[in-house]
């Protein structure tokens, strides 16, 4: 059984329907599999207490992140790129001694530190496995304050711990930022990269909304949560993965570092934004509408010409998009992406038939839906036959248009 719990009570703006579990692909489409196929309402809220936008109700995450999570962050080069970076730009900049990285996938970030210098969680059986094969000490649990109390007592405190679009999937915040507190050093830092809802706002990229981010953070909501545990935010940095994503860095509250100037700016610029405001998101609301309705007309239009249009990327992204706009094989063929274990299944909800570019990315198509829009750069380098021989690219952010 699959558990629905309220997230605090917030204040809805958005609904965006009946929703199947973004990660759920099918293995077969028989009547015996759809039938089990699990559904809930997606809507969204906003806390004007605490200035935070997150799911009205979540799921139970131990049904979301089983021995069969598709993702696999190291089959991005652009995500391998980013990790890379920042991997030694902290070990640079902060020198730690013992690091840790919380939601650690299949071990793209990991692999640029020493293996006796890191630690990785991950409650995801089977991605736990890959980086324990490659030789890092791995705790495949869900973070929480006994197994951070559990870490210290066996290792010791952590100079640095990282997470990467992990702590907005995490529902109790207080636990997860009480656990961090537990964990580091005096002088230890915490970074997080998560998307940001001040993006998620000016694109109008309201498929950052799926059953696994609970939260989509700011720089307003962030400093007042992790306040409630002994902990404060004192440097920002936006960064372009995943849509628009900011990276926090926080410290222990007695901690040495001081409040970058970049930090009072942007939580500045929010504040000018009204991210603070209510009505922020009521008006972001009716711009999703108008996105949903100008990408069917589109589609609708296209597929009466007789065109050829698939999806370009099994993304989590896309689950939203799809089934929030009713979009199945009446308009699209197929769905191809990289993702060898996507493969071969059929979308949740929509159920399109999933396959590799190999197979399915030939001269027939006419047009590709940007599923993976965040990656567009990437893809468009990559997919420079398509382009030279007339193939256009389809995208809804930041509004429905053909590139």
């Known amino acids: 059984m699959i558990l629905i719990l309220k997230v605090n009570m917030k204040k809805k703006f958005l609904d965006l329907g009946k929703q199947p579990l973004a990660n759920s692909f099918l293995h077969n489409i028989s009547k015996k599999n759809l ?56 070990q640079r900049k902060f020198k730690p001694k013992l690091s840790m990285e919380i939601g650690s996938n299949d071990g793209v970030f990991l692999k640029n530190f020493n293996k006796k210098n890191i630690i990785a969680v991950e ?21 929480t304050k006994k197994l951070a109390k559990n870490i210290v007592k066996s290792h010791q405190k952590l100079d640095l711990i990282f997470s990467a679009n992990t702590l907005s999937h995490i529902p109790n915040l207080k636990e997860t930022f009480d656990a961090i507190s537990i964990s580091l050093s005096k002088d230890g830092i915490l970074v997080i990269e998560d998307p940001y ?3 998620v706002i000016k694109l109008n990229s309201y498929d950052q909304f799926y059953d696994e981010h609970v939260y989509v953070f700011s720089l307003l909501s962030i400093t007042k949560t992790v306040s409630l545990s002994n902990l404060r935010l004192f440097d920002s940095e936006p960064i372009t993965t995943h849509g628009g994503s900011m990276r926090y860095y926080i410290c222990k509250s007695e901690s040495k570092y001081k409040p970058t100037k970049r930090l009072n700016y942007f939580i500045n610029r929010e504040l000018k934004q009204k991210l603070n405001k209510f009505s922020t998101y009521q008006n972001f609301s009716q711009r999703v509408k108008k996105s949903k309705k100008d990408l069917i007309k589109l589609l609708t239009s296209l597929k009466k010409k007789k065109k050829k249009i698939i999806v370009y990327g099994a993304t989590y992204k896309s689950t939203t998009i799809l089934n929030y706009c009713n979009l199945g094989s009446k308009y699209f063929d197929y769905v191809i992406d990289t993702t060898p274990n996507k493969q071969g299944k059929f979308t949740p909800g929509k159920h399109i038939p999933i396959i590799s570019p190999q197979k399915g990315f030939d001269d027939s198509v006419d047009y590709a839906f940007l599923g993976a829009w965040n990656f567009k750069k990437e893809i468009f380098k990559k997919e420079t036959n398509f382009i030279k021989r007339g193939g256009k690219f389809i995208t809804h952010v930041p509004k429905v248009r053909i590139i």
């Open 197 to 199: 809802i001040g993006t």
């Open 35 to 90: 039938k089990r196929e699990y559904f809930y309402n997606l809507s969204v809220g906003f806390d004007k207490k605490n200035h935070q936008v997150s799911l009205t109700k979540h799921v139970n995450p131990k049904m979301q992140y089983t021995n069969l999570y598709a993702h696999r962050a190291s089959q991005s080069q652009t995500m391998k790129k980013s990790f890379q970076d920042i991997a030694l730009k902290l």
């Open 123 to 143: 409650p995801c059986i089977n991605l736990a496995k890959i980086t324990k094969l490659q030789g890092y000490k791995t705790y495949s649990k869900f973070w």
